[in-house]
């Protein structure tokens, strides 16, 4: 009997024990507050990561997440400086700075400091886009409506034991009643502003035509100019060249004679040319030879005569014949 009472009394100790030892004990993780509390009142905090020892049964201990967390705002509506309504789309990133402050005021629940965060954002973005007009607003997206958003929802919550590291607007859009008439408005400007571009650089264009224009009018003038003066060289030489060629026989007859070979050549450059050419022509010297057209000519002389006289008897005839065949015989031999 006593043999059990002790084996018990040695595993109600060893429970004991472990409870006690249990309870001693809690480990704090990465990124996390440990507040150790007595009676509900925050005695310590111990944020070095591994494992601590408190005391048992009177302290107990709450984590507090000490990262940056994500909050999405649900969207709200604004209205600008000129009364124009605007849907924002905000989300915001915080994180606990003062895990005391933040027990004391929030009690460390999350779902209390979102509704501060919720609150104070919104105000802050009512706020700066009720300053500003519609088109500032635009302007300003970006860095600096994200800085003036976080610093003004900031001074807000700075009792809670938080901050705000960014509260960022990441869609700010129109009402579907007055989108439509916003694009178009806008559409509107850039067609004037691309109207504007257009005929700026349809007038350069203009004047660089004008330019070139008048520099090449130019050009062809003086070029004109040279021509006619060259031309006008060529033909005094020309002259010059062909006084001398007539002040010199020899020289005639031989220009002559080339500038039949020149007009003879030119009139046969096409086939089936026939030529109605006068007995007296260069041509049908240089084409006959000046012996044989002396021939022709005599024979016609012949032909005419004959005509103008009418025969009166046979023997007048035959004897004008001999005439005319001895002429021709005469006219050959030679």
């Known amino acids: 009997m006593k043999k059990v009472i002790k084996r018990t009394a040695l595993i109600v100790i060893f429970v004991a024990a472990a409870i006690i030892l249990f309870n001693s004990l809690y480990t704090v993780k990465y990124n996390n507050y440990a507040l150790v509390k007595r009676f509900g ?109 976080t610093n003004e929802a900031n001074s807000d919550i700075a009792d809670y034991g938080i901050v705000i590291l960014t509260a960022e607007i990441k869609a700010l859009d129109l009402p579907d009643d007055n989108k439509n008439a916003v694009y178009e408005r806008m559409i509107s400007e850039r067609q004037n502003i691309a109207a504007s571009y257009t005929a700026k650089g349809e007038s350069e264009a ?89 021939s022709v000519q005599n024979q016609d002389q012949l032909d005419e005569e004959k005509t103008t006289q009418a025969p009166t008897t046979e023997s007048t005839t035959e004897a004008t014949t001999e005439s005319t065949e001895a002429s021709t015989e005469a006219t050959t031999q030679q």
């Open 206 to 294: 203009q004047m660089i035509k004008n330019e070139t224009n008048k520099e090449v009018t130019i050009t062809i003038a003086n070029a004109e100019k040279d021509a006619e003066r060259i031309i006008a060289e060529g033909e005094a030489e020309y002259m010059r060249i062909l006084s001398e060629a007539y002040n010199d026989p020899a020289k005639a007859e031989f220009y002559n004679y080339l500038r039949g070979l020149d007009a003879l050549k030119a009139s046969l450059k096409s086939t089936g040319n026939v030529l109605m050419l006068d007995k007296d022509s260069e041509l049908v010297k240089i084409l006959y030879g000046t012996d044989e057209v002396l």
């Open 41 to 149: 009142k925050v005695t310590r905090i111990d944020d070095n990561p591994g494992l601590h020892i408190k005391t048992p049964f009177i302290e107990n201990v709450q984590l507090v997440y000490s990262g940056t967390r994500v909050y999405d705002i649900p969207t709200s509506d604004v209205i600008t400086k000129d009364k124009k309504s605007m849907i924002a789309d905000d989300y915001v990133l915080w994180k606990v700075t003062d895990p005391v402050k933040y027990y004391k005021t929030l009690g460390a629940v999350d779902a209390r400091a979102e509704e501060r965060i919720d609150a104070a954002v919104y105000n802050a973005t009512k706020n700066t886009i009720s300053s500003m007009t519609q088109d500032e607003v635009i302007a300003a997206r970006g860095a600096q409506l994200t800085d003036t958003i």
